[in-house]
């Protein structure tokens, strides 16, 4: 079964709104989760890290006080695309990483959430 | 040049046939190595690791050669369900960096 959830699974929004997305580990916790993006025909770019108790890590060129993230729980991150435009549509994925043995076991990865700004 | 190149496919073959992917890494700290597999707009889902000493599961074979930078996923007697984007994966310094992904169709 899904191990990581995402809400919601797609979303259709007008120009310069924002649309949160949230991001759940079901059975395990995770001190660190990734934000993806991934446009057709095109391999996931990681956009961010997002970190429990502390400030995300954002990726060169993207733009963090457009995609807002904020992990508050040991099992919850949210990302908010503030101000969406219709270039800001994409699939964005989230993942984290189970930890076994101290050591990083699997990326597990959500269902994912496709946004289309209109 | 990309951390993380793939062959750029797409691969269309019959069933039955055998079909092998390549990739390759550029830094050579990386620590770990997956293939994934990405149904059309789905989440990619983890096929299996990869160890230097090589691992099979079933019908399908992985490959690391750390000193050439490569790893290799090997596929036998292929089946209409193995139609997909194959990811390969390089983990390192707790970040991982996907490669573009190849695209595989098994025709009947």
């Known amino acids: 079964g899904a191990v990581v959830s995402q809400h919601p699974s797609w979303v259709i929004c007008k120009s310069g709104t924002s649309v949160k997305i949230e991001c759940r580990s079901l059975?395990?916790?995770?001190?660190?989760m990734f934000w993806y993006r991934q446009f057709p025909k095109q391999s996931l770019m990681l956009m961010a890290t997002s970190n429990e108790g502390s400030k995300a890590t954002y990726e060169q060129g993207v733009e963090k006080d457009k995609f807002l993230i904020n992990h508050a729980s040991l099992t919850l991150s949210t990302l908010t695309v503030t101000s969406a435009h219709p270039e800001d549509s994409s699939f964005y994925i989230c993942?984290?990483?189970?930890?076994?043995?101290?050591?990083?076991?699997?990326?597990?990865f959500g269902p994912g959430t496709r946004l289309t700004v209109l | 040049r990309k951390e993380v190149e793939q062959d750029p496919g797409p691969f269309n073959v019959p069933e039955g046939a055998t079909v092998a992917f390549n990739c390759t890494y550029s830094?050579?700290?990386?620590?770990?190595f997956f293939w994934y597999r990405q149904d059309c707009r789905k989440e990619p889902k983890l096929l299996m690791s990869v160890y230097s000493s090589g691992n099979e599961d079933g019908r399908f074979t992985a490959q690391l050669n750390r000193a050439s930078q490569y790893i290799s996923l090997l596929i036998r007697d292929s089946k209409l369900s193995d139609s997909a984007t194959y990811l390969c994966v390089v983990r390192g310094a707790g970040k991982s960096t996907f490669g573009d992904g190849t695209t595989l169709t098994v025709k009947p």
């Open positions: 993942s984290a990483p189970r930890i076994a043995g101290g050591v990083a076991d699997t990326q597990y």
């Open positions: 059975d395990f916790q995770a001190t660190t």
């Open positions: 830094n050579s700290a990386s620590q770990s």
